[in-house]
T-cell receptor
Framework: DGGITQSPKYLFRKEGQNVTLSCEQN?????MYWYRQDPGQGLRLIYYSQIVNDFQKGDIAEGYSVSREKKESFPLTVTSAQKNPTAFYLC?????????????FGPGTRLTVL | QQQVKQSPQSLIVQKGGISIINCAYENTAFDYFPWYQQFPGKGPALLIA?????SEKKEGRFTISFNKSAKQFSLHIMDSQPGDSATYFCAASKGAGGTSYGKLTFGQGTILTVHP
């Protein structure tokens, strides 16, 4: 089955710790994205990558880092510099070309800071 | 200029009724307008999308109406069903070219409840 997988589904972090959220896709999509979702708010873009070994900051990149070493994978690290990391994190991908716009989402990771 | 404003925040409809959710945008460079449906604890799923070369697109019970001059677009759900109860997000993105290509700007979401 083709799709986007995110792991873990739930993640608990102590203050001061870095954590890495996994996102993998087998859709052969060029572009991948990370969003943050808070209750009652829309999705806000953290980072995105249009091609391997290249990525750009989104609207709320502070306190986060990413890498794109493989086409299939786009891990997100939430660093200790992120002051309010508790949220629902969503990864998405899109095929590229004119269809860069059509983004497909993974099931999400819920991060809670203890 | 990057904002997409969505209303209402919540909507309650009786089974069989019409649900209408509205979005307004400011950036005239936007040329792709999708709607996403999200169930609790799940990722959003693309429901229907429109480009500004048409004023309406229909897929089953779901219709997008697009008004380019007013910079508004809306989602209509005909014959609403309890299974349609979810959060709906509108979004918009710019066309080809530049590093912002493909970036979606989302509305704040509408929680739809359809009573049986």
């Amino acid at each position: 089955d083709g799709g986007i997988t995110q792991s873990p589904k739930y993640l608990f972090r102590k203050e001061g710790q870095n954590v890495t959220l996994s996102c993998e896709q087998n859709l052969n999509h060029d572009a991948m994205y990370w969003y943050r979702q808070d209750p009652g708010q829309g999705l806000r873009l953290i980072y995105y990558s249009q091609i391997v070994n290249d990525f750009q900051k989104g609207d709320i990149a502070e306190g986060y880092s990413v890498s794109r070493e493989k086409k299939e994978s786009f891990p997100l690290t939430v660093t200790s510099a992120q002051k309010n990391p508790t949220a629902f994190y969503l990864c998405a991908s899109s095929i590229g070309g004119r269809d860069y716009n059509e983004q497909f989402f993974g099931p999400g990771t819920r991060l809670t800071v203890l | 200029q990057q904002q997409v404003k969505q209303s209402p925040q919540s909507l309650i409809v009786q089974k069989g009724g019409i649900s209408i959710i509205n979005c307004a945008y400011e950036n005239t460079a936007f040329d792709y307008f999708p709607w996403y449906q999200q169930f609790p604890g799940k990722g959003p799923a693309l429901l229907i999308a429109i480009r500004p070369d048409v004023s309406e697109k229909k897929e089953g019970r779901f219709t997008i109406s697009f008004n380019k001059s007013a910079k508004q677009f809306s989602l209509h759900i005909m014959d609403s069903q309890p299974g349609d109860s979810a959060t709906y997000f509108c979004a918009a993105s710019k066309g080809a070219g530049g590093t912002s290509y493909g970036k979606l700007t989302f509305g704040q979401g509408t929680i739809l409840t359809v009573h049986p």
